[in-house]
């Protein structure tokens, strides 16, 4: 450090190098000092023979060790500390030390003191480290969480505080043996994560009566949609503990399938009208002669064997058992003057008088009377005339 008095001095020789002789830079000199700094009693105080500070009295050293002594941690600090020698010399007012100064230049000059860390959890010392050391292995537990490729954040569950200050050197351990510690320290990782998730689409279903049924053409393919969905993630030691949606975005549009079904009856073209419940199950029958063929006075449905026979329409059987050349017989009155048969059945289910609802199973499919071959001989009445039966279940 220099002092003003000296810079003073030099500027002023410096000034006049060529000038002024040097014993009048002396005289000057002297005169400056005493104007200026003022000639003072201290003293030196020397740790193994050598000057660690100047202090103005020697009380000064003393309330300096007691300051080390309450700074640095340890038992018996001042024990550590090298003998001083403190020597009364000349100076000038401005190099002496304050008490923190003094402090410093002790701890400095001390080799059994040393600056390193306390490692804190919730409060509790773990232990003491270097410094750097500490934070690098604080560090690297931390970074052990990362999860790669990615932009998480790590952070210590619990409160962890390297703690920086002055301690013994028999009270700082090397960090290997903080390892255990350290490495049971809980580190919570959050994490956005983005991940698409498909949108299904919808059919429309198109039906057209110039189609028969079964008929089915796929006009339009579907096509999936996207959205994606950011969540945030939580880990704890590397474990998923917890999952929040934090929003989603749709960047695709699901695209509608579009088909087109055919519902016309196999033998048929075009729907007339459709107020009764077909007699068959779909699928299973044919029209092998239609209503007015030959003189025919209802519709063959060709089905096999055993097929359930339904009501088209809910009313009340009033014939169930063999009937003339239609064989074993179901009639049922549906009011207002219509009624329905079913004819050359291979058994019967119901009796006279039960009340029937449409599509309840009446008899099966046989070909008992004067029949070439299972079928439904399906006719209707409206008063006691058999009109075409074919329009009332939807077939031409
Ligand atoms: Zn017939």
Redesign the pocket.
């Known amino acids: 450090m220099e002092t003003k008095a000296r810079a003073l001095s030099k500027k002023i020789s410096f000034k006049n190098i060529i000038a002024v002789s040097f014993s009048v830079v002396s005289v000057f000199a002297i005169f400056a000092c005493m104007i200026f700094g003022g000639v003072k009693l201290a003293y030196n105080v020397k740790f193994d023979k050598k000057v660690i500070t100047t202090v103005s009295n020697k009380e000064v050293y003393y309330a300096a060790v007691d300051i080390v002594a309450d700074i640095v941690e340890g038992d018996d600090v001042v024990s550590y500390l090298p003998e001083a020698e403190i020597n009364a010399v000349v100076t000038i007012n401005d190099t002496v030390e304050s008490c923190d100064e003094v402090a410093d230049a002790i701890i400095e000059n001390t080799d059994e003191i040393i600056s390193a860390s306390r490692l804190i959890l919730n409060g509790e010392v773990l232990g003491t480290a270097d410094t750097s050391d500490l934070y690098s292995a604080v560090s690297a537990r931390k970074a052990a969480f990362d999860i790669e490729g990615t932009q998480c954040e790590s952070e210590f569950c619990d409160d962890v505080i390297i703690e920086e200050g002055y301690f013994l050197k028999s009270e700082v351990a090397d960090v290997s043996e903080l390892g255990e510690k350290i490495s049971s320290l809980s580190v919570k990782t959050t994490l956005k994560e983005s991940t698409e998730q498909s949108i299904p689409y919808k059919t429309v279903t198109n039906k057209t009566d110039s189609k028969p049924a079964g008929y089915v053409n796929k006009d339009r393919a579907g096509e999936y949609g996207v959205t994606v969905v950011t969540s945030g993630v939580v880990y704890v030691d590397g474990e998923e503990t917890e999952r929040v949606t934090l929003g989603s975005e749709v960047i695709k549009e699901p695209v509608d399938e579009i088909v087109t079904v055919g519902t016309a009856r196999k033998s048929a073209g075009r729907v007339v009208s459709s107020g009764f419940t077909f007699p068959l199950p779909s699928g299973v029958w044919e029209v092998s002669?239609p209503y007015g063929k030959g003189g025919?006075k209802?519709v063959?449905l060709r089905a096999p064997h055993g097929t359930s026979i339904m009501a088209a329409a809910s009313g009340r059987v009033t014939l169930a058992g063999v009937y003339r050349d239609y064989g074993n017989c179901v009639i049922i009155d549906h009011g207002n003057g219509l009624s329905t048969l079913y004819?050359h059945a291979s058994k019967l289910c119901v009796s006279v008088g039960e009340y029937v609802s449409a599509g309840e199973v009446i008899a099966l499919v046989g070909s008992t009377g004067n029949s070439t071959g299972n079928h439904l001989?399906f006719e209707v009445y409206v008063g006691s005339d058999r009109v075409n039966p074919q329009p009332y279940i939807g077939l031409r």
């Open positions: 002669c025919h209802g063959d004819a001989h």
